[in-house]
């Protein structure tokens, strides 16, 4: 779907996009274009619905927009207000969401691995977290078909359920091959891959080059984001994508169904009417979104009847140890989730914890290495002189399986956005295994980068990824939205993105919120949404 006029965007395909009007009734409105959003959007344009995403943030061109530059790629993030708390805040902004058509899959590192099997029941299997109303089995062909679009590249993996992949792994870099290293010493089992970046031309998609700019929107295009995948051909298929339209609310008509959504617009209120509304605003914004949409019939919140909204919200705990090589590591010089293990994400028994971790390459550009030396209490000459010494550092990554806390959750704060709609407050705290496996997973990489040779180490703790919020459940007094994603109060609405999950395993979620979505879309097209 790319051009082949030297530019990174199909403007052809923009400027003949399809317009609906705010009157016309839709089959589908959609709010979010992002992982779940623009996947939803792409498949029911395809089916021929009438389907229009609204997207806050602008429609990006990667040749105008983005730049090679750590600090100038900051309007790709969520940057607008919101409040934290709780007693281990989590910090929002650059590190979980992003903002514009594309959503926060143009600023992911492009990991794509599957859920495994227990990650579905992991409260009849470990007694913690939730069992979820779908099966892995029921998403394995999504996963499958989802594996293929992107694509994804990557060694035969031999966690979870085994299976392979569309393309074949990544060379290895410098970073990777010192975490192989780490790992053959210990006798730790570790895999290339799984990254959706191209491993060879794709379609109008070059080659990857190697930059390690995957963090900041890939001018390339080789790394797969919804806006260079399923956005162009959702417009070559008749969808609209409506970008700069921040929604405010759903609305709920006498029956109690939706009937369309009001949002702004160049600084106008407007309402866009449909059949079915379908939110896919993240963790954060579509929890604020059905508060905001309090109502004669849902006072507390839509969907809120049993007080589930913007409860269970997760994030990964992912601190990152480096270790001092003498050799040149340049560890920028990759995608940064090249090569990984799952040997520890599931339940050890012998542990003082339930459920587990994995361990990832990262490779941080220089401002979120200084980040790292700045956490260890370092500054002005000697950071420079760590700053100075970057090339020959090396960093990994853990994802550990924070457990959903009823606590942590989101609700609405007293301070107003620029729109004058109430801005969300989330509150975080970590329980006591949360805490264990942070402490593994830490000792878990200083462990790996010590048997590589690692002359000198340091460790901070960090979050990231954000789901739960809008969970799924077998019934409203567990869950906001059913087995389909159809919400339990008002049934032609549906959630359709990471809010849905009621666990996150140790795994990166946006292959899951796209293959759920894609699910979702299934559903639709087999007449739901006028049940
Ligand atoms: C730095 C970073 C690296 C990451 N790396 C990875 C990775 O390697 N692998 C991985 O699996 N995941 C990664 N993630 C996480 C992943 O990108 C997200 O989990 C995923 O994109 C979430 O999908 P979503 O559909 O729920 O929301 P998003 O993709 O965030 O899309 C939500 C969209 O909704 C829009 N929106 C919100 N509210 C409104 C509203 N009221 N009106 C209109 N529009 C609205 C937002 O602007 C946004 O564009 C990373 C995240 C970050 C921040
Ligand atoms: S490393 Fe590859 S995928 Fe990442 S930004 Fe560079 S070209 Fe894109």
Known sequence: MLPNDGSRTNHALRASMRRFDDEEELDLVVVGCGAGGAVLTQRLARKGWKVAALEAGPFWEPDRDWVSDEAGSHPLY???????????????????????????????????????????????ADGVGADWPITYQELRPYYEALEAELPVAGQHWPWGDPHGYPHSPH???????????????????????????????????PHCIYRGFCLQGCKVNAKA?????????????????????????????????????????????????????????????TPRLLLNSACR??????????????????????????????????????????VSTEAFYETDPRADYRRGYSVQCIGPLPITWAEHVVAEGHWGHVLREYLCDYVHWATLGVLCEFLPLPGNRV???????????????????????????????????????????AQDTVT???????????????????????????????????????????????????????ALAARCADHLAGGAASA
């Not at 410098?174 to 891959?193: E, K, P, S, Y």
């Not at 990964?316 to 090249?338: C, D, H, I, L, S």
Request: proline share 6%; hydrophobic share 35%; net charge neutral.
């Open 78 to 124: 969520w940057t607008e207000p919101r409040v934290i708390g709780g007693g281990d805040p989590v910090p929002l902004g650059s590190n979980n969401s992003g903002r514009g058509v594309g959503g926060s899959t143009v600023h992911f590192a492009g990991y794509t691995p599957r859920l495994h099997p227990s990650d579905f029941q992991t409260y009849t």
């Open 171 to 205: 060379p290895v870099s410098g970073l990777g091959m010192i975490f192989q290293r780490g790992c053959q010493r210990l006798g730790i089992d570790v895999r290339v891959g799984p990254v959706a970046i191209t491993n060879g031309r794709f379609g109008n998609r």
């Open 225 to 285: 984001s919804t806006l260079i995948t399923h956005v162009p051909d959702a417009l070559a298929h008749g969808a609209e994508i409506r970008s700069g339209s921040m929604v405010r609310s759903i609305e709920i008509d006498d029956r109690g169904r939706a009937s369309g959504v009001v949002y702004f617009r160049d600084g106008v209120e407007r309402r866009q009417r449909a059949r079915a509304v379908a939110v896919a605003g993240y963790a954060i914004e």
């Open 297 to 338: 019939q849902f006072p507390d919140g839509v969907g809120n009847d049993h007080d589930l909204v913007g409860r269970y919200v997760m994030v990964q705990g992912a601190a990152q140890t480096a270790g001092r090589f003498p050799e040149e590591v340049r560890m920028y010089k990759a995608p940064p989730p090249e």
């Open 411 to 453: 609700t609405l704060d007293e301070e107003r956005d620029r729109h004058g709609i109430p801005v969300a407050r989330f509150d975080y705290t970590q329980c006591d295994n949360d805490r264990a496996l942070m402490r593994a997973g830490s000792q878990k990489m200083a462990e790996i980068l010590d048997a590589a040779g």
């Open 460 to 514: 901070i703790a960090r979050y990231a990824h954000l789901v739960g919020g809008a969970r799924m459940g077998a019934g409203p007094e567990t869950g906001v939205v059913d087995r389909n994603l159809r919400s339990f109060a008002v049934p032609n609405l549906y959630v359709t993105d990471g809010s849905v999950l009621p666990t996150q395993g140790a795994a990166n979620p946006a292959l899951t919120i796209m």
